[in-house]
């Protein structure tokens, strides 16, 4: 599998042979001396890519910037590389999201294993993504009452129930139901559902029952 590996090492000589040793086996390379170097220069992640990552870097360490990227979202998978290891780190690091962590000198064959999972799970989480702003995208067409429908279908409310919880007549209730369908390009409420607990709706729907 191609993609770009992103190296985050302050070791010059480091850097150089590991980018050495990735091009000759077909991937593109990117290196950066600093953390925040990265962030000046935010990967694009429309393109596979994984980010390898020494733990020890002056300034911003490598599992402060495993933070930063969490917070704006990035699904680009992370590599520790370090000389230090300790289970600790390894724990922290791994349970934070890491890919994997792996010890200086790493062997050409360890390394190329963890990047080919990387983007093999980087890939996983593109098209996750994409099915997901699909789904939010058909969401976002419904009108007010449209809305209030699709939450109470996908919660196994019929007609009859919904129409009572809103005030409306069945028919109205079935005409915006087949709306509802009609926007969410679905042809069943099992689709229907699934599109919901993609989108993350029917977990944030029981989270306020239980509220209430």
Partial sequence: MTGRVH???DDDSFRTAIERRLRKAGYEVATYS???????RLPNESELGVILLDVRIPGLSGPELQGRLSEIGSILPIVFLTGYADVQTTVRAIKAGAEDVLTKPVSSEQLLTAIERALAH????????NQLDVVRA?????TPREREVFELVIRGKTNKQVANAL?????????HRHRVMEKMQVQSLAELVSFAERAGILKDLSGTEQTN
Avoid: C, N, P
């Fill in 34 to 40: 600093s953390a925040q170097h990265l962030l000046d």
């Fill in 138 to 142: 058909h969401i976002a067409k419904l």
């Fill in 167 to 175: 005030g409306a007549t069945e028919r109205t209730i079935k005409a």
């Fill in 122 to 129: 980087h890939e996983a989480m593109r098209g996750h993504r």
């Fill in 7 to 9: 190296i985050v090492d």
